[in-house]
């Protein structure tokens, strides 16, 4: 069975810092793109970073750019999220999707519906 579980979410003031974890389990995302979404109370999930497989291309929203840094690492099946200067509009679901196998032109994705697999998301709540 293959699953995505996200750690790491909590209660944190508005300028402090969180690092969320993706594991998976039950196969290997080491040759496919990985991505983080989140959704606010009463909004659309939307994109927040995406890696490519094997780390060396990244890409974030503008939201988060320069604040938010995405990672992996293969050896443990493993996807981050780091998350700096966090802002009350941060507050959301975080959700990690894998699977996006792309190719060798497009590394990467920000589309939801490009993703297989989904984790069951964790809370950020930042307050000010």
């Known amino acids: 069975q293959v699953q995505l579980v996200e750690s790491g979410g909590g209660l944190v003031q508005a300028g402090g810092s969180l690092r969320l974890s993706c594991a998976a389990s039950?196969?290997?995302?080491?040759?496919?793109?990985m991505a983080w979404f989140r959704q606010a109370p009463g909004k659309e999930r939307e994109f927040v970073a995406t890696?490519?497989?094997?780390?060396?291309?990244?890409y974030y929203a503008d939201s988060v750019k320069g604040r938010f840094t995405i990672s992996r690492d293969n050896a443990k099946n493993t996807m981050y999220l780091q998350m700096n200067s966090l802002m009350p509009e941060d507050t959301a679901v975080y959700y990690c999707?894998?699977?996006?196998?792309?190719?060798?032109?497009?590394?990467?994705?920000?589309?939801?519906?490009?993703?297989?697999?989904w984790g069951q998301g964790t809370q950020v709540t930042v307050f000010s």
């Open positions: 999707a894998g699977g996006f196998l792309g190719s060798s032109i497009v590394l990467m994705s920000e589309a939801a519906d490009d993703y297989d697999y």
């Open positions: 039950g196969r290997t995302f080491s040759n496919e793109a």
């Open positions: 890696i490519s497989w094997n780390g060396g291309s990244t």
